[in-house]
């Protein structure tokens, strides 16, 4: 049950993470790495790593967009 909430939320912000992908939405990652954070941590609490390993990627992502953009743009 845990993994499943952790992917909804991993899901949801892949989906806000693309969109914040384009130029000029960067700032959008400080909003999205939290929420990744949190399912992150639902992961770690499940048996399987599905939902973790999702999370994981997007916090890599979001992590490397915002020090691209100088924590900004």
């Not at 993994?3 to 700032?27: H, K, M, Q, R, Y």
């Not at 639902?42 to 599905?50: E, H, K, P, T």
Request: a positive charge.
């Amino acid at each position: 049950m845990l993994n499943i909430v952790s992917l909804l939320i991993g899901v949801v912000a892949l989906f806000l993470g693309i969109f914040a992908f384009l130029p000029f939405l960067g700032w959008a990652y400080w909003l999205i790495v939290p929420m990744a954070l949190v399912g992150l941590a639902f992961g770690q609490l499940s048996d399987r790593r599905a939902g973790r390993n999702l999370n994981l990627i997007v916090i890599v992502i979001g992590l490397i967009r915002l020090s691209m953009g100088g924590g900004l743009i």
